[in-house]
């Protein structure tokens, strides 16, 4: 229950660094007992307001005032000691440490000047249940999956016994059922008195959980309003204009006789798909739906070459590509863009030029040298023609927002002059008006006669952008639908398809959840 005792206080915040301000004159605040939602476009500067908040950064002006008195964050050490815990979009957690570990790290229960391991393991069974994750404490954090590594990171921030609980972009990589385990967490911590400070880019996620909402637009407050304001009227303060058209896909007309540009045969993997063939032609996209663990993933990482496949082909423009071989694959014209954008898409501390050039790095080689003249500038213009916006092709990439980030990743696979784009959940962890950009970008490719293969958990955006829908189940190929035919009930009735045992295995994108519904279905 919202009381009108106040936990924290943000007034005149402002931090710059070298070549931009982030925020600006930022104002804040938090009740005990309430879930306030922290809206705003990639880059508006939340992730900046949180990082002070949890000490990451020290603030240039302003000041941040607990239970009313002013207080100089400076570490971890003090925002604990405030109460402050911060789940942050990027693991903070020891890949070869264990579950408990990585929970109590640096406050591991002692006995006898000993680490009592099994009062650690114990209490971190108890923080497990408690978030509704089903882990051993005793495993190593490099073996969990994306979601369960973020339910790991909730656990250890509740360990801290928080009065101020800050979490950044919970839900990105979590199921719908994961999500109801989560909000029905956060309900109880609210219920508590504890204070929650919500970043979300899912609008629908606001009316569900939030009391209160603070939009922060360019570094600058300009905005709080209920939880129950329009989903329009928050795009308008988040982004200063209106999105008429949430998926303004623009069809080409395509030639019914053309060859397809990209040809699957037959692929199989033996325990992870069966059977899987499809076509995309230039011009079109081709959206990918099912449910978590369908095998969406494993099939386009197999077309790339970047994982084996036993059985079936994948030909470009009616030529066969060499299975388990990425450099054949990117050479035939194929570019994948990785759900996990950071670990896979991205060298996260290298700068935008360097990434830009990392398909073309080799073919730019002559008599072991970059001609890196050339390769800065071809890097220039595409950054230009995405509209990348950054400091400089000199900045870290790390630095930019998620939409500019992903845009990175997708100008690599055009200066290589990629003909086949696979796109891995290609809006995963971006706002709103980024997506567009994105979806933008999407339409200038297949206009270009570009061939799209896109996977997605969010299936609204499937139904909008997709010029035919394949829906995957149990590793199989359960059916394709026109755009048309293609309806939520239609693909999901396809997706829940099941097969006899040994006919059609699970993929294994997360084990446990093959029946989890996409986002957008509930």
Known sequence: MTTDRELLRVEGLRKAFPGVVALDGVDFDLRAGEVHVLLGENGAGKSTLIKVLSGVHQPDAGRVLVDGEEVRVQGARDAERLGIATIHQEFTLVPDLTVAENIFLGRQPRRYGLIDRKKMEAD?????????????????????????????????????????LIMDEPTAVLTAEEVGTLFALVRSLRADGVGVVFITHHLEEIAALGDRVSVIRDGRSVGQVPASTPEDELVRLMVGRSIAQQYPRERPELPDAEAPLLRVRGLTRRGVFHDVGFEVRAGEVVGVAGLVGAGRTEVARAVFGADPYDEGSVEVAGRAVPRHDVYAAMTAGIGLVPEDRKGQGLVLDASVADNLGLVTLRSATRAGLVDRGAQRAAAERIAGQLGVRMAGLHQHVRTLSGGNQQKVVIGKWLLAEARVLILDEPTRGIDVGAKVEIYQLINELTAAGHAVLMISSDLPEVLGMSDRVLVMAQGRLAGELTAAEATQDAVMALAVTTYADGDAPAGDEHPGTEKEAPRGTH
């Open 124 to 164: 971190a069974a108890a923080l497990l249940a408690r978030v509704g994750v089903d882990v051993s404490p005793r495993a190593r954090c490099r073996d969990l999956g994306i979601a369960r590594l973020q339910m790991v990171e909730i656990a250890k921030a509740l360990s801290l016994h928080a009065r101020v």
